[in-house]
């Protein structure tokens, strides 16, 4: 059985790590809800079979949902927009982060010395004990 995808070769790694990530939720939830039930039932059936069934459905949505022309092309032309994004330098981000970091610092005592100030004049007038 030959399985039709939408725009096939367009957009594969948004498709695949966008499926993959979704059953992964998918089943942490399933597996969730597999262990609360071995909790309240002693029947097999009930826990084991439930949350694949649910799984399998998930799964099967995904793939639906996936060639779904509005959904696929948003995947493809968000793959081909990341393509041409231009990720920084090892440099650059050291750099941009020694900068963040010495503002954040600077700001920091800056915002505590005011507040010392303001406890200071606050206590000298006597509004703060």
Known sequence: ??????????????????????????????????????????NPWVYTIIPAAILAVITFCIYWLQNRPKVADFLITAESE?????????????????????????????????DVLFRLVFTVIGLYN
């Open 1 to 42: 059985m030959q399985l039709y995808l939408y725009k096939k070769g367009q957009g594969y790694y948004t498709r695949l790590w966008g499926a993959i990530a979704c059953f992964a939720l998918a089943a942490i939830g399933c597996y969730r809800m597999y262990q609360i039930l071995t909790g309240t039932t002693n």
């Open 82 to 114: 990341l393509k041409k994004v231009t990720w920084s330098s090892k440099d650059q981000i050291i750099t941009s982060t020694i900068v963040v970091l010495a503002v954040v610092v600077i700001l920091a005592l800056l915002l505590g010395g005011i």
